[in-house]
């Protein structure tokens, strides 16, 4: 069950990931007209509450198991390997030349 867990918590930071990338590029690409600004946000609140969620599952077994701790605290820092990674992402949209967000 840990285990399981554990691969759960790697798939899911690794689709947020991919997710949060793509859904860059469409911006900087195409800009605003195909991504639009309240989409990405919603995929952000979504993805949010998901990592979360899993994180929080992630982080009890962690605790509660002391067999695979190791493990456990592999896969939180994978998860958590994301947040700098969306805030270089959200720094390079409000930067983007041409945007209308922030100003």
């Known amino acids: 069950m840990k285990?399981?867990?554990?691969?759960?918590?790697?798939?899911?930071a690794l689709l947020s990931f991919v997710i949060?990338?793509?859904?860059?590029?469409?911006?900087?690409?195409?800009?605003?007209?195909v991504i639009k600004i309240y989409a990405a946000f919603l995929y952000i609140m979504v993805a949010?509450?998901?990592n979360t969620v899993i994180f929080a599952v992630i982080l009890g077994?962690?605790?509660?198991?002391?067999?695979?701790?190791?493990e456990g605290v592999k896969t939180l820092a994978i998860m958590l390997c994301n947040i700098p990674i969306s805030i270089?992402?959200?720094?390079?949209?409000?930067?983007?030349?041409g945007h209308k967000f922030l100003l």
């Open 48 to 50: 949010l509450i998901i």
């Open 3 to 12: 285990n399981n867990i554990n691969n759960t918590g790697k798939i899911i």
């Open 20 to 33: 949060g990338t793509i859904v860059l590029a469409f911006y900087l690409y195409f800009g605003e007209s």
């Open 88 to 97: 270089l992402y959200f720094y390079m949209v409000i930067t983007f030349p």
């Open 61 to 70: 077994a962690t605790i509660l198991n002391k067999t695979n701790r190791i």
